[in-house]
């Protein structure tokens, strides 16, 4: 099977920066695209930005001209800056992966908070 562990997050005032990260492991023979979500309290999950295998981009407006997703590998990342209170929300990362096995599936991460205090 394959696994997605995420890292990064944490507090960070209004205007600061903060960097996530997400690796994949398991019995991998590709990955597609990578996604960052996130899920404000009370409110629907959203998509944040994808890249996909051949490294093109797309942002949710509100992330466009602050966020960064890049891919090295098995790992993505998410740049945040110029955070805003309007941030704050637990983060995923969803990897499209074909496997040994277990052909192409979606998997999800644990999720990391991301808190931006005003």
């Known amino acids: 099977q394959v696994q997605l562990v995420e890292s990064g997050g944490g507090l960070v005032q209004a205007g600061g920066s903060l960097s996530l990260s997400c690796a994949a492991s398991?019995?991998?023979?590709?990955?597609?695209?990578m996604e960052w979500y996130r899920q404000a309290p009370g409110k629907q999950r959203e998509l944040v930005a994808t890249?996909?295998?051949?490294?093109n981009t797309n942002y949710a407006n509100s992330a466009k001209g602050r966020f960064t997703i890049s891919r090295d590998k098995n790992t993505v990342y998410l740049q945040m800056n110029s955070l805003k209170a309007e941030d704050t929300a637990v983060y995923y990362c969803?990897?499209?992966?074909?496997?040994w096995g277990y052909g192409a599936n979606d998997y999800w991460g644990q999720g990391t908070q991301v808190t931006v205090s005003s």
């Open positions: 969803k990897d499209s992966v074909t496997s």
């Open positions: 890249i996909t295998r051949d490294g």
């Open positions: 398991g019995s991998i023979l590709r990955i597609d695209v």
